[in-house]
């Protein structure tokens, strides 16, 4: 399971297919996050925990946070 940034997420294309591991369940996150405040990371959390809880049961692998 991975949370990966719409600005990373081509990078972690090319990094699961060369494990051979091209359907791990990844999760796409706005970028950036880091540093763009408590507030707006508590925000993001809270949006995109269904599509972690569903990745991480196996039932949508590679789910987007859709931008608002």
């Known amino acids: 399971m991975a949370l990966v940034t719409t600005d990373y997420w081509p990078q972690g294309d090319f990094v699961a297919n060369s494990l051979g591991m091209p359907g791990v369940p990844r999760v796409k996150l706005p970028h950036p996050v880091a540093g763009s405040g408590v507030a707006n990371m508590r ?20 789910a987007a ?4």
């Open 65 to 68: 946070l859709q931008d608002s």
């Open 43 to 62: 925000s993001i959390a809270r949006q995109v925990l269904p599509a972690i809880i569903q990745a991480l049961a196996g039932e949508t692998p590679n």
